[in-house]
């Protein structure tokens, strides 16, 4: 039985890591869909002759209002992507996650049938059919994040893992492109998305508990097709009694009760409105910005670079998609230096008296600062235009992106308590998405008083970004102030 049992959690973790891979972040992979679009002749209608490029042949029309619809959609896509993340986390904690995943694949597969359909007549539906896309693999991701509590010290390594798959799915809009090029129809790679959902649905019920995994694992814990009664095994493991046999080490920051004091249990709202949720809300939403930012203007970006020279921007488009690929590579990194520093500063707290709080905070600190400064070197490297140095951003680009959702995603389940982690993980990507939406201004800036010139904005933005190393040392400092302090600030 343990055996099986075994086999079950690896098959669980090896198709996760698929479909993450697979589908849940395909969305950012856009700059090689545009690419497809434009060949499809997708809001041509939008560009019109440019005076000044009349005497070139190889470019005489202006498709600056183009390329904005295109960022428009790109815009309201990854607004929706994190927006929506709140509710849909809602209902992963409240309806669990079988509930959810179907809700996940109903809106996925609506979505791919649409783009399916889609032709340049009626490009308007991009409209409806990206941001159900993307919130349907959001919904992939946020259930297959607990999957990490199947295998207890590595939690935070699986997590980044997962993350980093995420945005190495980004890679599959350039296997459609480059399909595209060899004479597959788009009609036909969305409908083969479209079929994949029969798979979605069997692992939903075969390899995916009804309910959440608990944190941490019972030692009876079954789940799939190890337990004939998955939803009475899983409603025992979440008792609330079992939270007093949790050891201190597997508690989340703010669960750790001082000595004689009794566990009480705190609402979602007191942890949402603490300076430190604040802080790493301001620190994700900076980040975030630029990432999305460079994303959705790359294609405009490298046509200028390459002076409209289609072959060379398709050139570039590859390389890029190709190191997002890597994302499931870099992002464990991250993860792994977590989990050593966590039990580095575990076996230091057992000298010293430090409490176990600020093991926690401790063992975050380098990861955020290390996010931040990523993201700054990919920030001064964009602003340079020469084209070949962008092959050293995408690099830093992939690094910076894969570390931060990882980074994010185990913050707030290290920080915050288990049983709330669906929602402040979907109240900080819907607040952050509010920033997000300031892409589409700046990048009509960049297009419009700026004459294609982003310099000043992506100066601008390198700036801003260096504030964001202000939340690893307010991180720092509240270890400090709780070292040798038995109880965990708020």
């Keep these: 039985m343990a055996v099986q049992g075994l086999c079950l959690r690896v098959a669980t973790l090896l198709t996760g ?60 896509a990854t607004f929706m992507n994190n927006f929506m993340t709140f509710p849909t986390g809602y209902i992963f904690d409240r309806f669990k996650t079988t509930v959810a995943r179907l809700v996940a694949i109903f809106l996925y597969t609506s979505a791919t049938l649409t783009i399916a359909f889609t032709s340049a007549e009626s490009a308007l539906l991009l409209f409806l059919a990206m941001p159900m896309l993307t919130m349907g693999g959001i919904l992939f991701l946020i259930t297959n994040l607990q999957v990490g509590n199947l295998f207890g010290k590595h939690r935070s390594t699986i997590i980044m893992l997962y993350n980093g798959a995420f945005d190495s799915s980004s890679a599959v809009f350039l296997i459609i492109k480059l399909l595209y090029e060899q004479g597959i129809s788009l009609r ?37 097709l190890c337990s004939g009664n998955s939803s009475t095994e899983e409603e025992k493991a979440d008792e609330p009694e079992k939270v007093e046999h949790r050891s201190k080490e597997h508690l989340s920051l703010d669960e750790i009760p001082g000595p004689g004091q009794q566990q009480k249990p705190r609402s979602f709202w007191r942890y949402a409105f603490s300076r430190r949720f604040a802080c790493h809300l301001v620190w994700l939403s900076v980040i975030q910005l630029w990432n999305y930012l460079f994303i959705g203007t790359l294609n405009s970006l490298l046509t200028n670079l390459a002076s409209g020279d289609r072959a060379l921007v398709s050139t570039y488009t590859n390389a890029f998609a190709i190191t997002q690929f890597f994302g499931v590579l870099c992002a464990p990194w991250n993860g792994l230096l977590m ?7 575990q076996r230091e707290a057992g000298k010293t008296g430090s409490s176990a709080s600020a093991v926690v905070l401790y063992s975050m600190v ?15 490297c964009a602003s340079v235009p020469v084209l070949s140095l962008q092959y050293l951003t995408f690099i830093l680009q992939v690094v910076s992106r894969s570390f931060l959702y990882g980074g994010n995603a185990a913050f707030l389940t290290l920080v915050f308590p288990s049983e709330h982690f669906g929602k402040p993980f979907g109240l900080v990507m819907a607040l952050s998405a509010i920033v997000s939406l300031l892409q589409f201004p700046i990048f009509t800036l960049i297009k419009g008083p700026l004459q294609n010139d982003p310099f000043a904005v992506n100066i601008t933005l390198g700036l801003i970004i260096l504030l964001t190393f202000i939340h690893p040392f307010l991180v720092y400092r509240e270890c400090q102030g709780q070292k040798g302090s038995p109880s965990a600030a708020a």
């Design 188 to 224: 036909a790679s969305f409908l083969f998305l479209s079929v994949c959902s029969a798979w979605h649905t069997g692992r939903t019920f075969f390899l995916m508990p009804r309910g959440h995994i608990p944190y941490p694992l019972p030692p009876s814990y079954q789940y799939g």
């Design 366 to 380: 380098p990861s955020l600062a290390l996010m931040s400064l990523l993201c700054l070197g990919f920030a001064l």
């Design 17 to 76: 890591l698929l479909e993450c891979l697979g589908f849940a972040g395909i969305l950012f992979g856009w700059a090689s869909l545009v690419f497809v679009f434009k060949m499809e002749h997708y809001f041509e209608d939008l560009c019109e002759p440019n005076a000044e490029l009349m005497g070139n042949a190889t470019e005489q029309t202006d498709c600056r209002a183009q390329d904005e619809r295109f960022s428009l959609i790109f815009t309201l």
């Design 339 to 345: 989990d050593w520093l966590k039990q580095k500063y």
